[in-house]
């Protein structure tokens, strides 16, 4: 019923920055909350950031002074302006979403298929 697509990762060199996009579609009544997790190989899946449909977001203390998480509610799209990049960001990042269905009265979590991002050193 939704689908979160994921586009922008990349190779890149460390101190390089790099914006994901994702946008959300499907029968969506609405979007409570948007936010970006990535993995890298071996672990496990970590919150990077997430924003919620009031505009206030929450970062690993990590990434909180150097990436940025926007969103643009009327094309359902969730960015992450990742900035200062470490080698240690290189994972899998994942679009993340909690979402109110048209056809459902509850709440559901739904991932995108991830893109990679790689920051060399």
């Known amino acids: 019923q939704v689908q979160l697509v994921e586009s922008g990762g990349g190779l890149v060199q460390s101190g390089g920055s790099l914006r994901l996009s994702c946008a959300a579609s499907?029968?969506?009544?609405?979007?409570?909350?948007m936010g970006w997790y990535h993995q890298a190989p071996g672990k496990e899946r970590r919150l990077v950031a997430t924003?919620?449909?009031?505009?206030?977001?929450n970062y690993a203390e990590s990434v909180q002074d150097r990436f940025t998480i926007s969103r643009d509610n009327a094309k359902k799209m969730v960015f992450l302006q990742m900035s200062s990049l470490k080698p240690e960001d290189t994972a899998v990042y994942y679009c993340y979403a909690v979402v109110l269905t048209e056809s459902g009265g509850y709440w559901g979590a739904y991932w995108g298929q991830g893109t990679q991002v790689t920051v060399s050193s």
């Open positions: 499907g029968r969506i009544a609405s979007i409570r909350t």
């Open positions: 924003i919620q449909n009031d505009g206030r977001t």
